[in-house]
């Protein structure tokens, strides 16, 4: 069965550090990969995604992710963090055959110090 | 901002009431979904409608009860419901043959 594993439950950074949050799934099709990112309270916004192409994408608010496929992963990474980055941030896995179904990751919480 | 509305944004119901939720979608899609979002659980699929057609009911107990009278519109009609039933439930939209999905804000739902 098709599988997404966020590692880190919750990751605490300081401001202006950089951050990298991980993503692994298991799939035996090329998938689809998303990064959506959810504000205490708020719905999921669309960060980034990569289809095919070039593995490094780049999303919004400063964020990129890259694929790698001989490591089945897809981290998000940002070079400097502003506090307003503080959020729940989940990885999402499709594929061609499913439609437009995804498995989601559980979610890594990130904290920003001052 | 987001092109995908849900109303109320909060519901308290109790387990004998019948209530809705409402999503509207202002972004062309014609496919629509209810996501379930609960305390420490990954985000759970629950019904998918595409060209007003049902083709996705993920096991979801029958108190749930999805409608899609059209592609810019979706409910998901609430009676008998339980405690555990409190959670989070997310609408979204997407092209029915594109690969990207959008969220709304979500429905906080609590059950007493």
């Known amino acids: 069965a098709q599988s997404v594993t966020q590692p880190d439950i919750h990751i605490t950074v300081s401001e202006g550090a950089s951050l990298e949050l991980r993503c692994n799934y298991s799939?035996?099709?090329?998938?689809?990969l998303f990064w959506y990112v959810q504000s205490p309270g708020q719905g999921l916004q669309l960060l980034l995604k990569?289809?095919?192409?070039?593995?490094l994408v780049q999303g919004i608010k400063g964020f990129e992710a890259e694929f790698k496929r001989s490591q089945s992963s897809f981290n998000l990474r940002k070079p400097s963090v502003h506090w307003s980055d503080a959020a729940e941030y989940f990885c999402a896995v499709g594929f061609k055959a499913a439609g437009n179904k995804l498995t989601f990751g559980g979610g890594t919480r990130v904290l920003v110090k001052p | 901002e987001t092109g995908v509305t849900q109303t109320p944004r909060h519901l308290v119901m109790g387990m004998t009431n019948k209530k809705s939720l409402k999503c509207e979608q202002h972004l062309g899609h014609n496919a629509m979904y209810w996501y379930k979002q609960s305390a420490k659980k990954p985000l759970e699929l629950m019904f998918v409608y595409s060209l007003e057609e049902r083709v996705e009911n993920n096991s979801v107990p029958s108190r749930f009860s999805p409608e899609c009278p059209n592609s810019s519109h979706l409910f998901l009609h609430l009676h008998t419901l339980q405690p555990e039933d409190s959670a989070l439930y997310l609408c979204?939209?997407?092209?029915?043959?594109?690969?990207?999905?959008?969220f709304g804000e979500g429905s906080w739902l609590t059950v007493v």
């Open positions: 799939y035996g099709a090329t998938p689809y």
């Open positions: 990569y289809f095919s192409g070039d593995t």
């Open positions: 979204a939209s997407s092209h029915r043959t594109g690969n990207t999905i959008y």
